[in-house]
């Protein structure tokens, strides 16, 4: 394929530089890669990885494994484990320690950013002009085209690959055993081309030393590779059959058996491990373990191989949904025949067969071992021969495209759509992503509550004993065991529920099931109550969490300990108990109430309990259903006494300290809150903070990141998602970020006037919108470590356009200006001034400008910036009647952009009969934003005419008098909510004056009596 004359300069460049272009593409699949290290939930045997590596040397290398009363051996050789436990001291960090997962998976990470080079450099080895493959039949080679574009092809596709990129992410050994198998294969082409090319044609003349030194250098390079291979995993094995039979075929054509050293030395490496495996061997099938046909096999080469687990037609299902990915295989599976054939034809059957051979002698050879044990279990098993696959697909994308221009890029580019698919498909399909264990157990962290002086905690029970290295790091204060357990002879525990439960019941509160065992469900219903139940995303076991616990005698000693007798709606709350008490941020608490039910035929109630602090901000989460929906109230019975364990989530940012806990019941269907007029106050609760603080990945933020700042670290922000028709000029954009506080970076008078500040530019880089925001406990040494989560809302400007979202932090210190932030993760290497969060778009509202007709004119400025150019209602001077509702129209036009979001406020003021003037408090009051909020000031455009409906609610007991209509904007923001001031007929004063109303004193007597 020749180039073509606009790209000359391009691949002169690369015949130069092609291992620049091999770093880049290198670089590439770091991006990949790491885009999301995270992103993928636990798995079972990720769980038992950390359990493995977090044992000391000699657990590490015998693999025991304790099921209960069973002791088992890992089925993995100990290498990978001893490198991942390196690799986590190293860094100064434990399996339980936060952060543990998230650094393990980046040791995977690293180890298969090799993959990229060594594929070029093993493509670029056997396409050489004269290649030195050990099998015969070789040819002259292809062109210096040839040469540099297949080897450059086969590293792009390793660098887009799905499916090392799914391995990249794990915390298993399948990438290291790519890497180190590619290494291997590579070291031994190298030894045999350096052995090849020290003959002489006199067999009795003495052979050149240089030669043989690089053989041996490279023979000794790859009985390392394979040893540390055959110790990753066994069936690496059949990769090392693959090196054998070429070795064999070497020896044999040169008649050179010498050749065959490394191999000798390679199986006195793998020698210890022959005990281990043949005992394997005979134990017959294992959990999850079946005979898998070849064709199974085979398409797993195609599509595991071209796009992995997360491809769309990974499942055939829904055959006519993946239509697209069902072509994009066929597309694959022709670029590997036409690169066996373009090989064969080029560089003869020797260069052919030894790519074919790297391809399918590990997979033909775990077909024949399933006939002896059934062990495939994935494509993972067979995912070491990969790299043949990208050479195969390099050489056949560049045959074809020679032989029929256009068809070879057609088929890459198809292929190359299906691995984009795929790729996206593994960031953001919900559907290809594993059983989510990370999210059941952040429930759990959220939900239970853990033992400590004030509560005997919570229980999760799994259903397989493997599953509690699972949740052992997600949950290290959470006790964890397996019901039923196993015994010592690998059979469950047939003792009836009541003997194993029963104990369990006497240790702890509330037991968590991670779907319960069937036979137990019927001894749960009769003695216990489910407080709780949710089912979460998983493909392979069923994840489905419920919580039971035992109904306390409420007669007794069990009963709450806070009496209370408070009427909300058609319950009575009788009593309250805190669980914990004191209260830890960001763990879960309980309330166990005790209620009344004071009326038949109940609706049903959601209960809200709030935990207020001095400046009357909620920092818990406890509005649900009673029970969670699982026991609605419209099922209560009228005078029946109902325990109910009410959830209350206490944020992870909230500050040590003393709090008031509030509580309110409301209707969901009709909206009715009891009491009307406001929750009702139980009492107060103390909060203590965590004894270590939280980890990053356990706090519940929306849009993680990391920055590093003095004195504090920003982990993320949590931005509500844009309405379906986008967020509109000048309403309130929810926000509120997260940070941890340092140690004290700034004298104490200093870090008193530190502030978070959040700016809105546009596109030119202007400020069209800010806000500055405290930071509760910056420069204090008690607070360091704690997270915090401050909202940092702020109103959306008056004009619509694309604007970014930034954050600054304001601490004026020694120097007088902003502090900067250093973004990245996890070294925080690239320094940057303001911390660049989010694109905003914002659409502007239907304008009008056009007067309205009005029954009343008033024409007074407001401010300045606005002006009520009139209201219907009401007529001036007639008379009110008690107890009606008076409807209002304002018309507002703006004049000037405002920076303040004002309310209104419509009152109805006692008038001084002298003056006129206002003479006492409203006696009638309606406050609301603009058009109910739908329009805030700070949306308003100079010119704009807004309609603003109220309605005005008379009290029932209204004395006579004479009285004032007003209307005025004002602040909430600020403590002393003041007015702007106000022009109207030539006077000023901060309200609108809209008339003047009288009721006369009632007739005393009797209409027609007789005096």
């Known amino acids: 394929m020749t180039p073509k004359p606009r790209a000359a300069a391009g691949w002169a460049t690369a015949q130069r530089h092609p291992r620049l272009l091999v770093a880049g593409l290198t670089l590439l699949a770091l991006l990949i890669r790491a885009w999301d290290v995270d992103h993928m939930s636990l798995w079972q045997d990720e769980g038992l990885t950390l359990y493995r590596a977090g044992l000391d040397l000699p657990g590490i290398l015998s ?410 790091p997600l949950l290290p204060d959470l006790d964890i065991l397996a019901l039923p357990p196993f015994l010592a002879s690998g059979l469950p525990d047939e003792r009836p529920p009541a003997e194993l439960l029963e104990p369990l019941l006497a240790r702890y509160d509330r037991i968590w099931f991670v779907d319960p065992p069937a036979d137990y469900e019927a001894w749960l219903a009769e003695h216990l109550i489910e407080v709780d139940r949710v089912d979460f995303p998983a493909s392979s076991i069923v994840l489905d969490l419920h919580a039971y616990e035992p109904a306390p005698d409420l007669a007794g000693p069990e009963a709450p300990t806070r009496r209370q007798n408070q009427r909300l709606g058609g319950l009575e709350l009788l009593g309250w108990q805190a669980l914990p008490e004191p209260l830890v941020a960001g763990q879960g608490g309980r309330l166990r109430l005790v209620w009344k039910v004071a009326e038949r035929d109940l609706p049903d109630y959601k209960v809200a309990f709030e935990l207020l602090d001095a400046a009357g901000e909620n920092v818990a989460d406890g509005d649900h259903a009673p029970f969670h929906g699982l026991r609605p109230t419209r099922g209560w019975d009228f005078g029946t006494l109902v325990y109910e364990p009410h959830d209350l989530r206490v944020s992870a940012g909230a500050p040590a300290g003393e709090y008031r806990l509030t509580a309110r019941v409301y209707e969901p269907e009709s909206g009715a809150v009891h009491p009307a007029e406001g929750p009702i106050e139980l009492g107060s609760l103390v909060l203590r903070a965590p004894a270590r603080p939280p980890a990053r990945a356990s706090l519940p933020i929306g849009r993680p990141l990391l920055a590093r700042g003095r004195g504090l670290d920003i982990l993320g922000y949590d931005l509500a998602p844009a309405p379906e028709a986008g967020w509109t000029a000048g309403e309130r954009l929810p926000l509120a970020v997260w940070l941890r506080l340092g140690a004290p970076a700034d004298p104490a008078p200093e870090a008193a006037d530190a502030r978070l500040r959040i700016e809105l530019v546009d596109t030119w880089g202007r400020v069209r919108a800010e806000g500055r925001v405290a930071i509760p406990g910056y420069g204090q040494a008690a607070a360091a470590g704690q997270p915090r989560r401050l ?171 004479d009285y004032l209509l007003v209307a005025a904007l004002y602040d909430p923001e600020r403590p002393d909510r003041p007015r702007p001031e106000v022009e109207q007929a030539g006077g000023r004063r901060d309200y609108v004056l809209l008339g003047r109303f009288s009721l006369a004193e009632a007739d005393p007597s009797p209409s027609g009596d007789a005096p």
């Open 63 to 472: 693999g025991a494994i304790p099921l209960d009363a069973l002791l088992t051996r890992d089925v993995q050789p100990p290498l990978y484990f001893l490198l991942l436990a390196a690799w986590l001291r190293g860094l100064g960090l434990t399996v339980s320690t936060p952060g543990a997962i998230w650094a393990g998976k980046w040791l995977s990470l690293l180890v298969s950013l090799p993959q990229v080079g060594l594929t070029w450099a093993l493509a670029r080895r056997l396409l050489r002009p004269r290649p030195a493959g050990p099998l015969p039949g070789a040819r002259a080679g292809s062109s210096a085209d040839a040469r540099l574009a297949i080897p450059l092809l086969a590293a792009l596709l390793a660098a887009l690959s799905p499916a090392l990129l799914w391995y990249a992410q794990e915390l298993r050994s399948y990438s290291l055993q790519v890497s180190l198998g590619l290494a291997s294969v590579y070291a031994l082409l190298r030894a045999l081309e350096a052995w090849g090319s020290g003959a002489t044609a006199d067999p009795d003349a003495a052979r050149d030393k240089a030669p043989r030194r690089r053989a041996a250098g490279w023979a000794l390079l790859c009985v390392l590779c394979g040893a540390a291979l055959v110790w990753t995993h066994y069936l690496s094995v059949f990769l090392l059959a693959f090196e054998g039979l070429v070795v064999l075929a070497y020896g044999a054509r040169r008649r050179d058996w010498r050749a065959l050293a490394p191999l000798l030395a390679l199986g006195l490496a793998a020698a210890p491990l022959l005990p281990y495996a043949l005992w394997r061997l005979g134990l017959g099938p294992e959990r999850d373990q079946r005979f898998v046909p070849l064709a199974t096999l085979l398409r797993d080469v195609t599509l595991g191989f071209g796009f992995g687990k997360s491809a769309p037609g990974w499942s055939l299902a829904a055959p006519g949904r993946h239509l697209g990915m069902l072509a994009a295989e066929l597309a694959f599976a022709g670029l590997l025949l036409a690169g066996a054939a373009w090989l064969w034809q080029r560089h003869g059957r020797g260069l052919a067969l030894l790519a074919l051979g790297y391809l399918l002698v590990p997979v033909l050879g775990l077909y024949g071992l399933t006939w002896l044990k059934p062990v495939y279990m994935g494509v993972r098993h067979i995912l070491l021969a990969i790299p043949a696959a990208w050479l195969l697909a390099a050489a056949g994308g560049w045959g074809l495209e020679q032989r029929r221009r256009g068809l070879g890029l057609a088929l890459l580019l198809l292929a190359g759509l299906g691995m984009s698919a795929s790729v996206q498909g593994y960031y953001g399909d919900p559907s290809l992503a594993k059983d989510d264990h990370r999210a059941l157990a952040a429930y759990l962290r959220a939900h239970a509550v853990t033992a400590s002086e004030g509560a005997r905690g919570d229980l999760l029970a799994v259903s397989h004993p493997v599953l509690r290295y699972t949740y052992q």
């Open 791 to 961: 909202d940092a809302s702020l109103d959306l400007p008056a004009e619509a356009g694309r604007y970014g979202l930034r954050l600054a932090l304001d601490c004026c210190g020694a120097e007088g200006r902003a502090r900067g932030f250093r973004r990245g993760d996890p070294l925080a290497l690239l320094p940057v001034r303001r911390l660049w969060l989010a694109g905003i778009d914002v659409r502007a509202p239907r304008r009008v400008t056009a007067l309205p007709e009005m029954q009343h004119a008033i024409g007074a400025t407001v401010g300045g910036a606005a002006e009520l150019l009139g209201y219907d209602g009401p007529a001036d001077g007639i008379a009110l009647a008690p107890g009606a509702e008076l409807p209002l129209t304002l018309y507002w036009r703006g004049l000037a952009p405002m920076r303040s979001r004002y309310r209104v406020t419509l009152q109805l003021l006692p008038a001084d009969p002298v003056s006129g003037e206002p003479s006492g408090a409203p006696l009638a009051q309606h406050d609301a934003e603009p058009a109910d909020g739908a329009r805030p000031t700070t949306g308003w455009s100079p010119g704009e005419v807004l309609v603003d409906p109220h309605a005005l609610r008379l009290p029932e007991a209204l004395p006579a008098g």
